[in-house]
T-cell receptor, first 110, second 111 residues
Framework: SQTIHQWPATLVQPVGSPLSLECTVE??????LYWYRQAAGRGLQLLFY??????ISSEVPQNLSASRPQDRQFILSSKKLLLSDSGFYLC?????????FGQGTRLTVV | GQNIDQPTEMTATEGAIVQINCTYQ??????LFWYQQHAGEAPTFLSY????GLEEKGRFSSFLSRSKGYSYLLLKELQMKDSASYLC????????????FGRGTQLTVWP
């Protein structure tokens, strides 16, 4: 069966520090992968979408970037975090029978 | 652009039935998803509709009408643990690959 792993679960980072969140999928090949951010009490905002290695679509201009170095790996990065980058970051993939999320990373920028 | 609307809040009592509606306007359509999200947790996949009609999974059912841009999630025999946010998401966009979410409906189940 397919599983999606995301880490770390929680992260506290100072303003101006870099960020790297990793997401990996097992049990499937060539998945469509997504990065979302959910601010407190808000809906899920689509940040990046990838259909394959090296193929990234950015939805919202922001302080973040994404990369897909391997078929089953999707990375969210920032060179310098802002306070407004705080939120709940979720990785997801869509398979033939649904769309599934990782456990999420709660990022607090201080 | 993408526009997905669902009520902000709903309340119901244990054992009752509740219907959560979702209307959407998207450029392209390639399926509609429903999720359950408890506070502080990642969303959990509930159902997927790509063709018109009703999909049933135990106490949960989801309906889709593509011509009306409308879906609903039906929850039967409500339990206290069903108190959560329910998210409607539409897969669409120019390449039919993007997955867009509504803001969620916070359901509170009372004893």
């Amino acid at each position: 069966s397919q599983t999606i792993h995301q880490w770390p679960a929680t992260l506290v980072q100072p303003v101006g520090s870099p960020l790297s969140l990793e997401c990996t999928v097992e049990g499937t090949s060539n998945p469509n992968l997504y990065w979302y951010r959910q601010a407190a009490g808000r809906g899920l905002q689509l940040l990046f979408y990838s259909v394959g290695i090296g193929q990234i679509s950015s939805e919202v201009p922001q302080n973040l970037s994404a990369s897909r170095p391997q078929d089953r790996q999707f990375i969210l990065s920032s060179k310098k975090l802002l306070l407004s980058d705080s939120g709940f970051y979720l990785c997801a993939w869509i398979g033939g029978n649904g769309a599934f999320f990782g456990q999420g990373t709660r990022l607090t920028v201080v | 652009g993408q526009n997905i609307d669902q009520p902000t809040e709903m309340t119901a009592t244990e054992g009752a039935i509740v219907q959560i509606n979702c209307t959407y306007q998207t450029s392209g359509f390639n399926g509609l998803f429903w999720y359950q999200q408890h506070a502080g947790e990642a969303p959990t996949f509930l159902s997927y509709n790509v063709l018109d009609g009703l999909e049933e999974k135990g106490r949960f059912s989801s309906f889709l009408s593509r011509s009306k841009g409308y879906s609903y999630l039906l929850l039967k025999e409500l339990q206290m643990k069903d108190s959560a946010s329910y998210l409607c998401a539409v897969r669409g966009g120019s390449t039919l690959g993007r997955l867009y979410f509504g803001r969620g409906t916070q359901l509170t189940v009372w004893p």
